[in-house]
């Protein structure tokens, strides 16, 4: 006999928008899932094992009686249009943490080797205006209009600015996916890169989704 687990309506449903599932994709994976969201039918313990994994969620979420509030450490993401961000997708999330990660390991590399600060952070900041970072980014990168103009396609335009980034001490990474898993692709809808600001480990991602030229 299955035993049937009391799931948190709220959490559920959570779980669901922060996976970007809706209801017709999880209806055809789990049958009752109109009735979970009504209190009419429980999911058993190895569906809602299931829902955890799907969705990536901790399994004891589903205990709670409202969704955990998850701050994001990053204040701001570039998005298309200058969306402002929603509730962060758990992909997202996982991207994010994975170079957080990566950024804390690479830290702890330079102050064992006594790397200098990356002199390229601080120099601008959110008030200067658009036109006076571009030149600071500019000279900083050492990149000339004439170089960028010789460049035959985007693709070699997005190479010479990472190569220059990771030149100036900038940590670059792009993918369009979670870590190596490709069944999790992630959105250009919902991020197109972030920056992790630092001293000794400034990082920058690219949503490797998104068309070379906008990367």
């Not at 994975?98 to 120099?123: H, K, N």
């Not at 991020?191 to 998104?210: C, K």
């Amino acid at each position: 006999m299955s035993a049937f687990v009391p799931a948190s309506i709220p959490v559920l449903r959570w779980a669901a928008a922060r996976a970007r599932l809706d209801d017709a994709d999880l209806t055809q994976r789990f049958s009752k899932w109109p009735l979970w969201l009504t209190a009419d039918a429980q999911p058993t313990l190895r569906q809602l094992e299931d829902f955890a994994r799907l969705t990536h969620t901790p399994f004891g979420y589903f205990f709670l009686p409202e969704p955990p509030r998850l701050k994001l450490p990053v204040p701001d993401f570039r998005t298309l249009r200058d969306t402002p961000m929603r509730e962060p997708s758990v992909d997202l999330l996982d991207t994010l943490y994975l170079c957080q990660r990566r950024q804390d390991w690479f830290r702890e590399y330079a102050q064992m080797q006594g790397l200098p600060p990356v002199s390229l952070i601080g120099q601008a900041h959110v008030k200067s205006a658009p036109e006076a970072a571009a030149a600071i980014l500019r000279d900083a990168l050492g990149l000339s209009v004439a170089e960028r103009q010789a460049l035959p396609t985007w693709t070699d335009a997005l190479r010479q600015l990472i190569a220059c980034a990771e030149d100036a001490g900038v940590l670059v990474m792009a993918s369009s996916i979670v870590g190596a898993n490709s069944h999790r692709k992630l959105d250009v809808g919902e991020f197109r890169g972030f920056a992790l600001a630092d001293e000794l480990a400034p990082l920058l991602f690219l949503n490797g989704a998104d068309s070379k030229a906008a990367q």
